[in-house]
């Protein structure tokens, strides 16, 4: 299996920045691509963005575009997710999530694809 351990949310002002981390470990040959999702309470489960192990490949959904930026330090094994410029409605629970092959296609939005998970950290801004 592969272990996903997520960090660096925190409580901060809107307009700041935060940058969350996504460790892994265990079977890393398994993972092809590790995306972000992020899900509040009650809501569903929304895709954020997507990155490739190999080449370092991104992928964003739209209504993140231009805050959120992903990137990967592969000697690490970990994935991380910038994100500028915080309005409250960013305020949730961030998960990553491991792609184990490319399937249809690498850059897929949906849970279904991704076979291990964080347990998730919380972003809160305030206003």
């Known amino acids: 299996q592969v272990q996903l351990i997520e960090s660096g949310g925190g409580l901060v002002q809107a307009g700041g920045s935060l940058r969350l981390s996504c460790a892994a470990s265990?079977?890393?040959?398994?993972?092809?691509?590790i995306a972000w999702f992020r899900q509040a309470p009650g809501k569903e489960r929304e895709f954020v963005a997507a990155?490739?192990?190999?080449?370092?490949?991104?992928y964003y959904a739209d209504s993140v575009k231009g805050r959120f930026t992903i990137s990967r330090d592969n000697a690490k094994n970990t994935v991380y997710l910038q994100i500028n410029s915080l309005k409250p409605e960013d305020t949730t629970v961030y998960y990553c999530?491991?792609?184990?092959?490319?399937?249809?296609?690498?850059?897929?939005?949906?849970?279904?694809?991704?076979?291990?998970w964080g347990q998730g950290t919380q972003v809160t801004v305030s206003s």
């Open positions: 999530a491991n792609k184990p092959t490319y399937g249809s296609r690498w850059h897929s939005e949906s849970p279904e694809d991704y076979n291990y």
């Open positions: 265990g079977r890393t040959f398994s993972s092809y691509a």
């Open positions: 990155i490739v192990w190999s080449g370092g490949s991104t």
